[in-house]
């Protein structure tokens, strides 16, 4: 058993319970085999000689059609009886494996949360590489060109003796 803290913090902290180390550590870790508290030195089961770390060992076996990572439920079980038994449960899903990919052309980026941007023209989740209307061909925003007689911002807004007044240039500017 650890002493626990300081003379004047008895609740703070624990001493490791390794033989040799007697160190007092303020944010000691406590050993789901032993009990023990322990130092970051002799945290792991090794470290510490651990009797109780083989009853801790869990290992899982990757769904190869879904993608899910299923439990062993005991120890002389074999990889493809797990996935026989997973396939019969019904929750194996391969849709779940694909991930959608960016669909502009010849890019085959992966689709996630934190690189995906939905294109306010035509409503595509993109990319961030192609978030622009003319990277990923935009339907909407080739009918407004079309429909506008030209390119944004050229040639819509004249020179006045080759300068611009400020008020004039910003009445004329536009979004695309």
Request: proline share 5%; net charge positive; aromatic share 6%.
């Amino acid at each position: 058993m650890a002493r626990r803290g300081t003379e004047f913090f008895p609740e703070l902290g624990a001493q490791c319970d390794d033989v040799g180390c007697n160190q007092l550590d303020f944010l000691p870790f406590e050993c789901d085999g032993c009990g023990g508290f322990f130092c970051a030195a002799h945290r792991t089961y090794l470290d510490h000689g651990c009797a109780k770390a083989a009853d801790q060992g869990r290992t899982v076996v990757v769904c190869p059609e879904c993608g899910d990572a299923i439990e062993r439920a005991a120890p002389g079980q074999s990889e493809r009886e797990i996935l026989d038994e997973h396939v019969r449960s019904r929750r194996c899903d391969p849709a779940r494996k694909r991930k959608p990919t960016c669909p502009a052309r010849r890019c085959k980026e992966v689709l996630m949360f934190c690189n995906t941007t939905q294109c306010k023209g035509c409503g595509l989740k993109v990319c961030l590489r192609h978030r622009f209307p003319a990277d990923h061909d935009c339907a909407a925003a080739a009918a407004r060109r079309k429909a506008g007689g030209g390119q944004c911002g050229r040639g819509a807004q004249k020179k006045e003796g080759g300068r611009r007044p400020l008020a004039v240039s910003i009445r004329s500017f536009k979004i695309c």
